[in-house]
């Protein structure tokens, strides 16, 4: 048995762990008289009595009621959470005397079931007339439509069968009383685990009234009126003998603090409130000034507030407000606040417009007696000023018409609605209408006044001229038709062609310029619209700058026909019309006058009810028209021509948009569209057949219609022509995928609107083809000067030590491209540490700057990559090398770009540089040197320095001017120093605090130049330009020391001469030597010729013949044994032909400590010839020197012309020449 047990035991254990539900058992005990309802939210969920000794009977429902004082054990069962599946509901019931309640203190039992949400509930009971009060005991409550944050939330209903909307209060606020009557219901709903204060209200109870004091202004009158399908409620007056009470309606004037008692319980829901004001007026002021309103004067309630305003005549009364819209009859202010004001018309009529606030209206000009109500609505609360007046006489707004006498004018009131006359003055007669104004004939000296503030509202103003007719009649008289004549027209022309309009009349109105024409019947009107032409648009359409035109013709038995509508600017040059016909030029009130002037003559006999001439312009078109009166019927038998000019090299296509097509009448009538050109037949369709398409040259379109039954649709068409151009395009592929890293823009620069460019078919205005893209370009009509051709290439390096030098020469682009290249430009992006390094291809740059200009086809702009310009810089300049420590831009656009093989500038990366820029400079002595910093004549870019590195030539020292701008700082410093490169003292040093603008300074030496800008101040810039020029040193002590050097080097060279010349000579006195000039060389003492021949002496001769000296004295026929001939001396021609003797010779010994030069003057000496009686120079047989070429005289000398001597020793003057050897 007891295994068993144990086994039951477990197995009840095992269903427990197994039933996900929860269960939750607790003890309650409700307080005496309250009655707990304890419900379930779910259908399975239930709440359970336990009962028994041993607690082993239990009751389960789904709702359960619990009495008072009686202590309960409870079980929930829900397999959803206990704390959201049940409610528990805690009624009490507060009951009263007339002067006292039970209980007093309203309490909460707020330990019964906290796990729950709760409901507390409070039924109030008490005598007819009785007020119940329940005063809040802690923070006040506040009205709100939503739920409370700290989980309780207050709700009243001032009956428990009442249908309304219980009033809905949380926790802190100001309220801290709530007043109820008889069947009242005050409730506290709590969330789960919500804590409830244990007492919330004091009750008591008092007879049913509400007292209020009230102030009524001495001007205004108050009605209190009970709705009758409300409570009833009394109003008294207190403070007399007895009260004077009204149950439906009391009316209450002018009062200082009176007291009032409503006897029910809440009289804002069954009284509402009326009170009027009077407001007088005068021309000049009204009193009040203002409509005020005492914000606690009935708060609550429904109020009704009116003024009634009473103004004199031909006084404009002005209300300013704080801003209202106009509203339409069903709509509902937001706020509960509507405004209303009604006005009484000049015509006794009544006006009423309404408004709600936050609008545009902020005053309001009306003119006569007026009311203003304001009505508010129970939570509403309007503005303490409502509005303010100011009043003012009534002055019109007068304009003197004087005009020629074919003037007409007719003003015509748009505005049935709006209270304004119009008056007119003529000869001292006035005539006022509130209607509009028939024609006004012959306005001379005419004054016109509206007697309202804003006329041009309410009127619109026609000014009519009429064009007439002059005929000559048979007799010679001149017939002046009916119109009243502007311009005389005969059967030719009209006198004073261009038609213009009067600006000086009504210019802030709605204004029409009409122009009434008429010719003789078998004539034509001929309207020119030069200059722009004219665009047709839909005939109840208006043109985008407010100028629109209509033509309208008046037909012979047939209503007036709309020839079309037009705004300025299209392709309608000019319009014919048959005999009668009107301009109409419409424009509005706030736009300014500018019309378009047109021609009138005479137009040939036309057959046409109208001709309509096109100019259609040349390019891509496609214009619109519609016949006469569209979308209405054209009219009956008439017919309507077109003339079309079409561009040459351009085609043009016809297409029917919309068309109907009338029954017509006669048999055999049909609708005849017909094309005509020059010199062909004409062409006739039909409205369904195909219509012309891509034709060419000038043609004629007209348009004929039948006689057609009225009861059907007529004839109506819209078409339109497209014109297109017939040219062929430019075609060009640019591949960009193979060699150089280049893209290409081609912009449109040019004003001609033909100019179509296209990339891969695809109209632009511009042309991007990016590095290694192929794009297929096309040009149609584009001038090549309409085009800009630009092209650039990016050279990037993200690793300095890897970049290499670039030469920077412009790429071939391609050649089918139809434009020249405008400019090229290359963009450079490197490290941060590195250092672009910019270096001219010819050796130096040259910026240019005033003084020193580059030529344009030569310039290369150099910008940084943020936009920051450095300079402009050509060739053949000062400046060795630029370095910039930034991504940078150069570009060159030159005027005549050639595509050279030498690059314009060598580019390379170096290490990092403090500086941003640094100028490397060697001026010259030739001109004046200029550096200006960088952006010149702008300013340096804001915190940036600039270097200059200037080497001055050798023997040079530099005046240098500094010229100084801008030097002010709004942040940080700015400095400008100046310090030679070897020595390092400072020649300037000058700082933003120093108002310097020019500093002169010399630099002995190469010095360097810094500048460190800052955040300027305001618009001031900071530049510097300096002018170098360059001066020779003038030091003596070098020159002395120079002089004295060369003394003694002199002295030196002499010393040594000396002493060669004398050692020759002692060697020649023992030695001789001869020449053969056709036989071999006999050299004494011959060792080779090691050394030279001032050396070996094999120059001099022991022994010379006469015969040889002498021998040109000898006659010709002497000639010697071997051939050779002996008397005359023959000019050596090198050696012969025989081989000669090789003679050994010991190699010499080097002299040591001996100078000897490269070749001494003696060694070049050749032996002289006789003289003869004509100079050496000239002789046939003469040959210099110094021009030997053998192996013998290599070196060429270049002094004087010398004879050859025989021997060393000094010869004897020769025998002066006879003349008789002459």
């Not at 503030?453 to 002059?470: A, D, F, H």
């Not at 009209?494 to 009434?516: I, L």
């Not at 618009?1019 to 050097?1045: C, H, M, W, Y």
């Amino acid at each position: 048995m007891r295994f068993c047990g144990a086994c039951a035991l477990l197995a009840l254990l095992l269903v427990s762990s197994l039933d996900s539900s929860e269960s939750l058992q607790t003890t309650v005990k409700p307080n005496k008289g309250s009655d707990v309802i304890v419900s379930s939210l779910q259908p399975d969920c239930t709440v359970c009595t336990i009962s028994g000794v041993n607690g082993n009977q239990t009751s389960c429902q789904l709702s359960l009621k619990l009495e008072p004082e009686e202590e309960v054990k409870l079980l929930f069962q829900c397999p959803q959470p206990v704390e959201q599946s049940y409610n528990v509901t805690i009624i009490s019931l507060i009951e009263c005397t007339k002067d006292a309640c039970k209980p007093p203190t309203v309490e909460v039992q707020s330990s019964l079931l906290p796990t729950f949400s709760r409901t507390f509930s409070w039924k109030l009971k008490a005598p007819e007339k009785t007020l119940v009060s329940l005063k809040v005991i802690g923070n006040g409550l506040s009205r709100t439509p939503h739920p409370c944050n700290d989980g309780r939330q207050y709700s009243v209903l001032t009956s428990e069968t009442s249908k309304e909307v219980p009033t809905q209060y949380c926790e802190g606020g100001s309220e801290t009383q709530l007043d109820l009557s008889d069947q009242g219901v005050v409730s506290l709903e709590a969330k789960p685990n919500t804590q409830v204060e244990s007492v919330l209200f004091q009750a008591f109870a008092a007879p049913m009234k509400r007292v209020m004091t009230v102030t009524i202004g001495p001007a205004s009158t108050v009605v209190l009126t009970r709705d009758p399908g409300k409570d009833e409620c009394e109003v008294c007056v207190s403070g007399g003998a007895s009260p004077d009470c009204h149950a439906t309606e009391k009316t209450l004037k002018s009062a200082e603090k009176l007291p009032l008692e409503f006897r029910c319980l809440k009289p804002e829901d069954v009284f509402t409130m009326k009170m009027t004001t009077k407001i007088e007026c005068t021309q000049t002021s009204c009193t009040p000034a203002s409509a005020e309103v005492d914000l606690d004067l009935f708060k609550g309630f429904k109020k009704t507030l009116t003024w009634d305003v009473t103004v004199p005549d031909r006084t404009v009364l002005t209300l300013e407000f704080p801003g209202l819209k106009e509203k339409s009859a069903s709509e509902d202010c937001e706020d509960g606040i509507q405004y209303t004001v009604t006005t009484m018309r000049t015509d006794g009529q009544m006006r009423t417009n309404s408004y709600c606030k936050h609008g545009p209206v902020s005053q309001l000009d009306l003119f006569g007696n007026m009311a203003v109500t304001v009505e508010v609505s129970k939570e509403g609360e309007p503005d303490q000023t409502v509005f303010n007046t100011t009043a003012a006489p009534r002055r019109g707004r007068s304009t003197v018409v004087n005009s020629d006498p074919n003037m007409s004018l007719i003003i015509t009131k748009v505005d049935k609605e709006a209270d304004c006359q119009v008056c007119v003055t003529e000869a001292s007669k006035q005539t006022c209408t509130s209607e509009t104004l028939k024609r006004l004939k012959n306005p001379r000296n005419a004054s016109v006044e509206f007697m309202c503030l804003q006329p041009q509202k309410v009127y619109t103003v026609e000014i009519n001229r009429e064009i007439g007719m002059k005929e000559m009649g048979g007799d010679g008289n001149m017939l002046r038709g009916k119109a009243k004549v502007l311009r005389d027209c005969t059967k030719t022309s009209c006198s004073g062609n261009a038609v213009h309009v009067n600006n000086e009349f009504f210019s802030n109105y709605n204004r029409t310029f009409t122009w009434d024409i008429k010719v003789q019947p078998t004539q034509t009107f001929h309207l020119d619209f030069p200059g722009s032409g004219l665009r047709q648009i839909p005939n109840e359409g208006t043109c985008p700058d407010g100028h629109t035109y209509s033509v309208i013709l008046y037909l012979h038995r047939a209503s007036p026909a709309t020839i079309g509508t037009f705004c300025k600017g299209g392709t309608v040059t000019s319009i014919l019309g048959q005999y009668k016909g009107r301009v109409m030029l419409t424009v509005p009130s706030d736009v300014t006058l500018d019309p378009m002037d047109f021609q009138l003559k005479i137009g040939p006999q036309s057959e046409a009810t109208a001709i309509v001439k096109v100019n259609l312009p040349r390019g891509t078109s496609d214009t619109e028209f519609i016949t006469p009166n569209y979308p209405k019927d054209f009219p009956d038998e008439k017919q309507i021509l077109w003339e079309f000019s079409i561009p040459g090299m351009h085609n043009y296509s016809v297409k029917f948009s919309e068309h109907s097509a009338p029954e017509c009448l006669n048999e055999g009538d049909v609708v005849v569209v017909e094309y005509q050109q020059e010199g062909k037949k004409p062409t006739r369709t039909a409205l369904t057949d195909p219509q012309p398409q891509h034709q060419q040259g000038a043609f004629n379109l007209t348009l004929k219609n039948c006689k057609t039954n009225q009861t059907l649709p007529g004839l109506s068409l819209r078409y339109s022509v497209s014109v297109m151009r017939s040219g062929h395009p430019v075609l060009c592929t640019v591949d960009l995928t193979k060699g150089e890293a280049v893209s290409v823009q081609i912009e449109k620069v040019g004003a001609d609107p033909l100019c179509e460019m296209k990339k891969d078919s695809v109209e632009k205005k511009t042309i991007n083809v990016a590095k290694g893209e192929t794009a297929k370009l096309s040009f149609l009509d584009c001038p090549s000067e309409d085009l800009r051709l630009t092209a650039s290439k990016l050279i990037a390096c993200a690793n300095a030590s890897l970049c290499t030098p670039t030469p920077l020469s412009i790429p071939t682009l391609d050649s089918c491209l139809p434009m020249p290249l405008h400019s090229f430009s290359w963009l450079f992006t490197i490290p941060h540490e590195a250092t672009l390094d910019l270096v001219s291809p010819t050796g130096s740059l040259r910026q240019s700057l005033p003084g020193q200009e580059c030529d344009p086809s030569s310039v290369l702009r150099v910008d940084e990559n943020d936009g920051s310009f450095i300079g402009d810089f050509c060739s053949d300049g000062v400046i060795q090398k630029l370095q910039v420590h930034s991504n940078i831009s150069i570009t060159v656009t030159p005027r005549d770009l050639r595509r050279s093989e030498e690059p314009l500038l060598n580019v390379s990366v170096s290490p990092e540089i403090k500086e941003d820029i640094i100028y490397r400079i060697s001026p010259n002595l030739m001109s004046p040197t200029i550096l200006a910093t960088p952006n010149w004549p702008n300013g340096m870019k804001a915190h940036s320095s600039v270097s200059w590195i200037v080497d001055l030539p050798w023997m040079t020292h530099a005046l240098v001017k500094v010229d100084i701008s801008g030097l002010e700082c709004k942040h940080g410093h700015a400095r400008i120093n100046m310090k030679h490169q070897e020595e390092g003292n400072d020649l300037l040093d000058i700082g933003e605090s120093e108002k310097t603008s020019t500093t002169n300074m010399t630099a002995r030496q190469s010095f360097y130049l810094n500048l460190t800008n800052c955040q300027p101040e305001g618009s001031d810039q900071f530049n510097v330009k300096a002018t170098i020029n360059l001066e020779r040193k003038t030091n003596l002590l070098p020159i002395l020391l120079g002089l004295v050097g060369a003394v003694l080097l002199l002295l030196l060279i002499l010393t040594v001469v000396c002493i060669v010349v004398r050692k020759k000579k002692s060697k020649m006195a023992s030695q001789a030597s001869i020449y053969m000039g056709k036989g071999n060389i006999f050299r004494p003492n011959d060792r080779h010729f090691v050394k030279t021949r001032a050396d070996n002496d094999s120059h001099v001769y022991d022994y010379i013949d006469d015969s040889m000296v002498y021998g040109h004295l000898l006659t010709d026929s002497e000639i010697t044994s071997n051939g050779v001939q002996v008397d005359s001396y023959q000019t050596f021609t090198g050696p012969s032909d025989r081989t000669l003797p090789v003679i050994k010779e010991p190699d010499p010994e080097p002299e040591k400590g001996q100078y000897q030069s490269f070749l001494s003057p003696s060694d070049t000496f050749m032996p002289p010839r006789p003289r003869t009686p004509i100079e050496r120079q000239d002789s046939l047989g003469f040959q210099d020197r110094r021009m030997l070429d053998n192996e013998l005289y290599t070196f060429k000398s270049t002094g004087d012309m010398n004879t050859i001597r025989l021997s060393g020793v000094d010869m004897e003057p020769q025998p002066p020449i006879m003349e008789e050897s002459l």
